[in-house]
């Protein structure tokens, strides 16, 4: 194993078993979550392939980029469970653990005979995250979801991008949304379980998930009555918010408050008269005059190089940031000077690895390696009781791998 920082402590999910049949980003996203605090997570994947994110790329020595970041500290079993023995196997893991996690494609579960109503009567401590695209009822309930379907779906897409032409968001919005909030409703299930021995089924999909996360230009759109306007880098509703240009390129300003307006016009500009202008002197008033509030302020940042800019703005409490490339983030001081950086094992050898967002000061992070396909299925089978010639002959029969 592999670990950082201090080991003083216990790891808060230390001793909880999720069987988890999952595949692409949600599902896996929310589980590593539930890893790194010290679950134990059994990673159910098909016998022919496994994951399908495992073929999404091979940039990481072989290995695709998605699946080594959400699948460290996992054990991988290869299963068929289009055969009734593959099912067996899965209803014996299922038994032993305290959550089962799935987000297979709409009715999978149900054909083979694992309905979640059934499976909760069976095992009523059970905490079951049943995760899907558009929820398990209403006309788009047996829908297939992928994230750009869901960001088109609920509006994400309609306000993202330039006015030119809108855009997907440039990681996936609404399987990090369901995902994110499949781990908050798995504990919050464990901690009831933990107080009353109940279980639970607690329903997630990507819709729901993503359209949580649209609120804001949803009030917007219907107080107004119009469409939220794309806009780039800026921001429909705050002004100064945006990417303004400098000697040596463009510094991003964002203005929360009437203070940070006072500040950025006095302390940085030195244009005190705009401070408390009848047209500038509160954020609702500086949107109506946007065009004008934008040009004022790139006719100041362009007297300034970056560096000079974000001196300044960092020094009279104004907020900025550099618009920094995705390599400028890998080499970003803040990764490096606060220790981010780790390593985990995969079957290609060691990778680097940000450590999870997060910690806890008294346990160490868990950095374990990220699974081969089927690399834990004879130890995960005979850990619930499987003998050696049961294994064997479930392998001869094509049933594990």
Request: net charge negative; proline share 6%.
């Amino acid at each position: 194993m592999t670990t950082s920082g201090p080991t003083q402590g216990e790891r808060p999910l230390e001793g909880v078993t999720v069987v988890s049949l999952e595949q692409a980003v949600a599902a896996p996203l929310a589980t590593r979550h539930l890893a790194d605090m010290g679950a134990r997570i059994i990673k159910i994947e098909r016998i022919d392939g496994g994951d399908f994110a495992r073929d999404y790329d091979d940039v990481v020595d072989g290995l695709a980029s998605h699946f080594v970041w959400l699948n460290r500290s996992k054990e991988s079993v290869a299963l068929d469970l289009k055969s009734s023995a593959g099912v067996e196997v899965l209803e014996r893991l299922v038994a032993g653990a305290d959550v089962f996690l799935q987000n297979l494609a709409p009715g999978a579960l149900e054909r083979m005979g694992f309905g979640l109503e059934d499976l909760a009567a069976r095992y009523p401590g059970l905490v079951i995250a049943n995760m899907s695209g558009y929820g398990t009822s209403g006309p788009f309930g047996d829908h297939r979801a992928y994230d750009m379907l869901v960001q088109a779906e609920t509006g994400l897409i309609a306000v993202t991008g330039t006015t030119d032409e809108p855009a997907k968001t440039g990681v996936p919005t609404a399987d990090l949304a369901a995902g994110m909030y499949t781990l908050s409703g798995v504990l919050g299930a464990l901690f009831r379980k933990a107080r009353t021995g109940r279980g639970a089924i607690v329903d997630v999909s990507m819709f729901d998930a993503t359209i949580e996360w649209m609120s804001h230009p949803m009030y917007m759109s219907m107080y107004t009555g119009q469409e939220i306007p794309r806009m780039g880098i800026g921001h429909p509703a705050i002004v100064p918010y945006d990417a303004y240009p400098t000697k040596d390129g463009q510094v991003l300003i964002g203005v929360q408050n009437n203070r940070g307006w006072v500040r950025l016009v006095t302390e940085v500009f030195g244009r005190p008269e705009w401070a408390d202008h009848p047209d500038y002197e509160t954020n609702v008033k500086r949107c109506r005059h946007r065009e004008t509030v934008d040009e004022l302020v790139s006719g100041q940042t362009i007297r300034f190089t970056s560096r000079e800019l974000l001196d300044a703005l960092v020094e009279a409490g104004v907020p900025a940031a550099r618009l920094n490339s995705v390599a400028d983030m890998v080499d970003h001081p803040q990764l490096a000077e606060r220790g981010r950086w780790a390593e985990v094992e995969t079957e290609k050898g060691p990778i680097p690895a940000l450590l999870p967002p997060v910690t806890f000061r008294d346990v160490a992070a868990r950095m374990d390696p990220v699974p081969g396909l089927g690399a834990h299925t004879s130890s995960v089978l005979a850990g619930v009781g499987y003998a050696a010639a049961e294994i064997d002959d479930l392998r001869r029969r094509a049933v594990i791998a």
